[in-house]
């Protein structure tokens, strides 16, 4: 065999593994192609959904925070000077989870809190200072879902509700490791209702 036949053979063996290393590298880039599209695909899914949950989150809270301002806090019963149509705490629980579970939000994955600093006090007929922080509507570790009642919020006072909730990436869980996110929506607002209008002064 002379040298010419060798390097003819060489040639095409080179070439016959050069065919093969582009079809290995074209199916390489394939399923890394189909990895990308899926991984984005979930993540979008799961943005698309965590947008109409946050959008609820915040209507939600926006209803809740106004009703709170109009009823000078959240009651177990209607005070008996409130002339309009009152939501008790039952009420407003009511209302509150059935928004969260028409949002696909499960029992345990949100919860609502309140702050504030001033409240009325009916056995002395006065203002207090007092530094509130307290769970508005919860879940307990078996996910039984509890409420506290708000005391008497003062007239002009300040408040805050921040409903916090949980989401789990559900798409891009099935696919890859994701912990989970926190949503935290904080409203002020002030209260609206006088619970003594004899010792109205002023608004001052």
Known sequence: MNIKNILN??????????KESRKGSVVIEAILGCMVFIIVFCGVCDLIIMQNRNSTVIDTCKELTRTVSVQGGALENKPPSFASNYYTISDLVRMVKKNMDA?????????????????YDDATNTS?????????IGFDD???????????IDY?????IQMETKYSWYFLKSI????????KITLPGTSEFKYNYDSWSSEN
């Open 156 to 160: 002009l006072s300040n408040f805050t």
């Open 103 to 119: 949002a696909g939000f499960k029992d345990g994955e949100w919860d609502v809190t309140i702050k504030y600093t001033r409240v």
């Open 9 to 18: 053979k060489v040639w095409i063996r080179a070439g016959t593994l050069k």
């Open 128 to 136: 207090q200072d007092l530094d509130a922080d307290q769970t508005l």
């Open 142 to 152: 078996d996910g039984n879902i509890y409420y506290s009642p708000t005391l008497k």
């Open 176 to 183: 890859m490791n994701t912990n989970d996110s926190i949503l």
